[in-house]
Nanobody, 126 residues
């Protein structure tokens, strides 16, 4: 059973940066498709970035393009999300997730993902 653990959340001022990590265990391989999602209070879970072994490049939510970067370190079984120029609207719980199907193309719909971490809180406030 794949397990995912996020870390790196915290409080950051508007315009600041924060980096999140997602460490995978339980049989993780480079062929898993990993997505980052966030859920703000009272809102639906939103897919913001995805990385796979089959897409030419990562996939991003339009509103975070150019500010967020997803990457992975295969030997460390870790996927990262670097977030720059953060806005108060980015305040949410951030989750990483994986699809059970290997070599799957990226999708930003939460229903496509089968394994989820517990989430890490990101608060953007002055």
């Amino acid at each position: 059973q794949l397990q995912l653990v996020e870390s790196g959340g915290g409080l950051v001022q508007p315009g600041g940066s924060l980096g999140l990590s997602c460490v995978a265990s339980g049989g993780f391989t480079n062929y898993y498709t990993i997505g980052w999602f966030r859920q703000a209070p009272g809102k639906e879970r939103e897919g913001i970035a995805c990385i796979s072994s089959v897409d030419v490049s990562p996939v991003y939510l339009e509103s975070v393009k150019g500010r967020f970067t997803i990457s992975k370190d295969h030997p460390k079984n870790t996927v990262y999300l670097q977030m720059n120029r953060l806005e108060p609207e980015a305040t949410a719980i951030y989750y990483c997730a994986a699809k059970s199907k290997l070599r799957a193309k990226c999708m930003l719909s939460s229903s496509d993902y089968d394994y989820w971490g517990q989430g890490t809180q990101v608060t953007v406030s002055s």
